[in-house]
């Protein structure tokens, strides 16, 4: 958790065969977050640093062929306020193998309980299941895999596109992920902020 209530550190996973509009969906919203801050000067806005962590330092290639530069390792990634799981573009399989290595799954499982905000997008809430986050939690994922993640036990999953259960967000996939974000800044800071968020966003918020 960062040092003062008027700060906000968020961190994307990212991993070989990460879906890029999973990321890059909610990173653009508190990018927009973070923008608003620095123009306003606004004390009414939190100071958001928006990263993306890695389990090894290197280049990472999303399912579409995007090459993503992450900003930290698992190591050395700084206390996060705000975890964001984003999914797999994986054919036929909800996930890739990296999203099964102990590595990822046991970052998620660390750093989740002392984060503010937890969120998952498309198939990257199987990792927050496999990590124990989502325990007596309703949630969603994309609808090819929901009878999937009901294996876990105690997860209760929706076939509405976005789930919210306290502070644990769930998206069906990227093309929520927006609407997602939006609800993450909604929890944390007031309709007002995510409001201004989205009109610098050029969306309506109701």
Same mark, same amino acid.
């Not at 003062?4 to 653009?28: K, M, N, Q």
């Not at 499982?109 to 905000?117: D, S």
């Given at each position: 958790?960062?040092?003062?209530?008027?700060?906000?550190?968020?961190?994307?996973?990212?991993?070989?065969?990460?879906?890029?509009?999973?990321?890059?969906?909610?990173?653009?919203?508190?990018?927009?977050?973070?923008?608003?801050?620095?123009?306003?000067?606004?004390?009414?806005?939190?100071?958001?640093?928006?990263?993306?962590?890695?389990?090894?330092?290197?280049?990472?290639?999303?399912?579409?062929?995007?090459?993503?530069?992450?900003?930290?390792?698992?190591?050395?990634?700084?206390?996060?306020?705000?975890?964001?799981?984003?999914?797999?573009?994986?054919?036929?399989?909800?996930?890739?193998?990296?999203?099964?290595?102990?590595?990822?799954?046991?970052?998620?499982?660390?750093?989740?309980?002392?984060?503010?905000? !937890?969120?998952?997008?498309?198939? #990257? %809430?199987?990792?927050?299941?496999?990590? &124990? /986050?989502?325990?007596?939690?309703?949630?969603? +994922?994309?609808?090819?895999?929901?009878?999937?993640?009901?294996?876990?036990?105690?997860?209760?999953?929706?076939?509405?596109?976005? !789930?919210?259960?306290?502070?644990? #967000? %769930?998206?069906?996939?990227?093309?929520? &992920? /927006?609407?997602?974000?939006?609800?993450?800044? +909604?929890?944390?800071?007031?309709?007002?902020?995510?409001?201004?968020?989205?009109?610098?966003?050029?969306?309506?918020?109701?």
């Amino acid at each position: 958790m960062s040092d003062s209530p008027g700060t906000c550190v968020v961190g994307l996973v990212v991993f070989h065969g990460v879906e890029e509009l999973d990321l890059a969906a909610p990173y653009g919203v508190f990018s927009a977050l973070r923008r608003l801050q620095i123009e306003a000067g606004d004390v009414d806005l939190p100071e958001t640093q928006v990263l993306t962590v890695t389990r090894t330092p290197g280049i990472v290639h999303g399912a579409n062929g995007l090459r993503i530069l992450p900003d930290y390792d698992f190591t050395m990634c700084p206390p996060l306020d705000v975890l964001i799981v984003p999914g797999s573009g994986e054919i036929g399989e909800p996930t890739v193998p990296e999203m099964e290595e102990g590595g990822l799954w046991e970052f998620v499982y660390e750093r989740a309980p002392v984060a503010r905000y !937890v969120a998952a997008i498309g198939t #990257g %809430t199987f990792v927050l299941a496999k990590a &124990g /986050v989502l325990a007596g939690k309703r949630v969603t +994922t994309h609808g090819k895999y929901r009878s999937r993640l009901g294996r876990f036990e105690g997860v209760t999953v929706s076939d509405e596109p976005l !789930v919210e259960d306290g502070v644990v #967000g %769930t998206a069906a996939s990227g093309a929520w &992920g /927006v609407r997602l974000a939006l609800g993450a800044i +909604t929890r944390l800071w007031g309709d007002s902020v995510a409001r201004r968020v989205g009109r610098e966003l050029d969306l309506d918020v109701a």
